[in-house]
């Protein structure tokens, strides 16, 4: 990406950098204030995250920094320890910020990435839609001009309706966020160039200012920015706080992992590139443990700022550096620049963002093709608008887990035969017509062979005999889907071998995989069954059969080498 780097790209960082940084100095403060600390440590927590991912991050455009979903926990853990010193809380913080830190590098180090494969489509899009629909219903009240507290989309949902219902609502700053949603919106479809965000936050500030909207119509503004820099300092904690903080901070680094990972994923595959699972985490963790030396407190993914960065133009992690320095720029030089800037463009800016991220064609897509991850993928939505992002997210890990044991318990099985003018072998349920082998069964199996599945098998071999249209000889499985055979299913096939075996039937395989003839092996089942009942194709193992037995069978290409048909 650095090659291909040039001045139009860098322009497009450049306006996305200014809008964020808008937007990361209220957010920022703000999610301080939730963890119940000073809001100057919320601006730490944003400046040093941001450059230090931006030179470890595999993401292009992923925006990190303080987090809702780690707020609750870092307040529940660090306010009652610190018994109202704000100076020791921002200590404690920093803290636990350093060991959640430490345990998302062991979590890179230990190639923990492999967990977001668990990670589907259908919970990506249910996870935005989530996402969107709760900072959707969570920003209107800004553009409305009032304040509601909670954060879930119930609780958001309740202070909506009982301020407009309380008559709260504050035209003037109604007006300032429409005005601003169809600036970006006009600008997104008939001037893509312009920088839409920048035009109406800037344009919104200077309107506020030059009508003096804060006095005559008491327009919420985001204020004078707390002054100063963070500076390198080792949190000073007792052993016994340490021991306090460990729970909290393996908490933390599970949350971050988990929310990342999904985010990560989303905006990696909507811009085409691939990320690193356990460079990601490890980037994370490094994050972390750099805003704990610098004052800062526990950081993650932020779902509401990435999709701003990407609809204002976002392009690399350019933008999120301008941020940082734009941040810092802020509280040394000019703290009072966003003295003006209303809430409601803030608002705004985030629903318009939220509109980017919505995820409505493809789930539509998933109830025509697939129900089940259709309804997966709305489960995964509704846990995460009521419940919660991380919450929402194992929820619907879960189920998915729950469908794959499932498939995997009940796996499709068949009876196979042979097809005219069809090459192989197949399904004779669904070709009727297909011709069986006398004496012969061939019986395929297309999942691992395990404990939830193994009486299964058996079954379905024995019901495959007492249905065959001729008493059988052998029964061939057609091993080649079975990818993996467990003690307990090693077991159950030592007793259909001998159940098999008194009636006379001769159990063999066909096209088995190598490493699961090992695990057979070590069974002790290779040599009880006879290596030379182990054939590598399915083709192989009709023919011994054929000859072995003396079994009258011609198939059709057999028939076709006698009797070729005339050139046409």
């Known amino acids: 990406m650095v090659r291909n780097y040039n ?61 809702s979903a780690l707020a609750a926990l870092i307040a529940a853990t660090v306010l009652p320890m610190a018994a109202g010193d704000p100076v020791r809380a921002a200590s404690l913080a920093a803290a636990l910020a350093l060991m959640g830190g430490v345990f998302c590098m062991l979590a890179g180090l230990a190639r923990f990435g492999f967990i977001t494969d668990l990670l589907s489509k259908p919970i990506r899009y249910g996870y935005l839609n989530g996402i969107a629909l709760t ?4 920003q209107l009240p800004k553009v409305l001009g009032f304040r509601i507290q909670g954060g879930s989309l119930l609780e958001s949902a309740q202070g909506l309706f009982q301020g407009v219902r309380a008559g709260q609502t504050n035209l003037t700053a109604l007006v300032i966020g429409t005005g601003c949603l169809v600036v970006i919106f006009a600008c997104k479809r008939w001037i893509p160039r312009l920088p839409g965000v920048l035009l109406a936050v800037v344009g919104a500030t200077l309107a506020v200012t030059y009508f003096d909207w804060v006095t005559r119509a008491h327009v919420a503004v985001v204020g004078v920015l707390p002054q100063g820099l963070p500076v390198f300092s080792v949190p000073a904690i007792s052993a016994g706080e ?211 599945n193994a009486e299964m098998f058996r079954e379905r071999v024995l019901r495959a005999v007492s249905t065959a249209p001729t008493p059988t000889r052998w029964l061939v499985a057609a091993a080649e889907p079975v990818t993996d055979v467990d003690s307990t299913a090693a077991d159950v096939l030592a007793e259909l071998y001998e159940e098999l075996q008194q009636e006379g039937i001769q159990l063999c395989f066909a096209e088995i995989k190598g490493p699961v003839k090992d695990h057979l092996r070590r069974y002790g089942l290779f040599d009880k069954i006879g290596s030379d009942h182990f054939f590598p194709t399915l083709g192989s193992s009709v023919e011994r059969y054929v000859a072995t037995h003396q079994v009258a069978w011609l198939d059709w290409e057999d028939a076709l080498a006698l009797n070729p048909q005339p050139a046409s």
């Not at 808008?22 to 809001?39: I, Q, R």
């Not at 900072?135 to 969570?138: K, M, N």
């Open 7 to 67: 001045r139009a790209i860098f322009a497009k960082d450049l306006g996305a950098g200014l809008v964020l940084t808008a937007l990361l100095a209220p957010v920022g403060m703000s999610y301080a204030e939730a963890t119940g600390l000073s809001p100057i440590y919320g601006l730490y927590a944003t400046i040093v995250p941001l450059l230090l991912y931006a030179v470890f991050g595999p993401s292009r455009i992923l925006i990190i920094g303080p987090d």
């Open 135 to 138: 900072l959707l219903v969570g």
């Open 242 to 452: 340490l021991s306090q903080l460990m729970a909290t901070a393996v908490a933390i680094a599970l949350v971050s992992i988990a929310d990342m990972s999904v985010l990560s994923r989303i905006y990696a595959a909507r811009g085409k590139y691939y990320v690193n699972d356990n460079q990601e985490i490890m980037a994370l963790g490094l994050a972390n443990v750099a805003t704990g030396l610098f004052q800062g407190f526990s950081v993650s993914s932020s779902s509401s700022r990435t999709p701003v960065a990407e609809s204002a133009g976002a392009r690399t992690q350019v933008t999120g550096v301008i941020g940082a320095v734009g941040i810092a720029v802020l509280l040394v030089f000019a703290p009072t620049l966003m003295e003006h800037l209303p809430t409601a463009a803030l608002g705004a800016v985030v629903i318009a963002a939220c509109w980017t991220i919505l995820e409505i064609q493809n789930v539509k897509r998933l109830y025509h093709l697939r129900r089940e991850e259709f309804v997966l993928s709305n489960v995964c939505l509704l846990g995460v608008a009521l419940l919660g992002v991380v919450q929402g997210i194992f929820i619907a890990v879960a189920i998915a887990l729950m469908l794959l044991v499932w498939r995997a318990w009940r796996p499709y099985h068949a009876v196979l035969g042979r097809v005219d003018r069809m090459k192989g072998y197949h399904d004779v349920s669904r070709h009727p017509e297909a011709k069986r082998i006398p004496g012969l069964v061939l019986f395929r199996w297309d999942a691992p062979l395990f404990f939830a």
